[in-house]
């Protein structure tokens, strides 16, 4: 009895195993599947051909199906599923063209273009086979090395303008003479007092005065 130990693959080949396993109702389990899978690689590898490299496949006129490449068609009672193995597709263990797969899987003849469904391998969506026909078919635009556009100049920026012309001359206003204020239209008080100080230093003043007072001694 060999020993088993676990071995981490990724979620999405696991599904695609048991999808196999399921629709081609193998007589092995997922296990023993991968371990062939496996123990064939390993044969491959030694015997010199580079993994990764798949040489073998299916021509379906100007679309090339490699080897590993599944094919899925709807039914009513769920999908069907094909391989490409080696140089055939195989369907229940029969080498089938798409045509018949599409016969024995629905009963009736229908274009294979448009119902049957490609997953290649290293790939995790399916496409339909007509949507890769079409994208082989439409015509590649040469590639053509873009050169940077240069950049704009400057744009030029106007000289001062001189004019002939001279300016007007600056119209000055009249000079108005200052309003007379009422200060100056009040009578000098300086004046006033001056003149009243020399009233009483008068030698006139002085008499009468004197004779006021000769008056009170009498």
Request: hydrophobic fraction near 40%.
């Amino acid at each position: 009895m060999k020993d088993i130990a676990s071995l981490a693959i990724p979620a999405t080949t696991l599904c695609r195993l048991l999808q196999y396993a399921d629709a081609h109702q193998a007589e092995l389990n997922a296990g023993e599947l991968a371990a062939m899978a496996i123990e064939e690689w390993l044969a491959r590898t030694e015997g010199g051909e580079v993994p990764g490299i798949r040489l073998r496949g299916y021509q379906w006129k100007k679309v090339f199906l490699p080897e590993g490449t599944q094919l899925r068609v709807w039914n009513r009672s769920g999908y069907a599923y094909a391989e490409v193995i080696g140089d055939n597709i195989v369907h229940l263990g029969n080498a089938v063209s798409p045509h018949e797969f599409i016969c024995r899987c629905k009963g009736i003849s229908r274009s294979a273009w448009s119902e049957v469904a490609l997953l290649f391998p290293g790939e995790n969506h399916w496409r339909g086979a007509d949507a890769v026909r079409r994208e082989l078919a439409r015509p590649r635009e040469p590639q053509v090395a873009r050169t940077p556009a240069a950049a704009p100049s400057p744009p030029e920026q106007p000289g001062p303008k001189f004019s002939s012309v001279l300016p007007p001359p600056v119209q000055r206003l009249p000079r108005i003479p200052p309003i007379p204020t009422q200060a100056h239209l009040q009578p000098d008080i300086h004046a006033i007092v001056s003149a009243e100080n020399a009233q009483l230093n008068s030698p006139d003043r002085r008499k009468v005065h004197r004779r006021q007072e000769d008056l009170l001694l009498d």
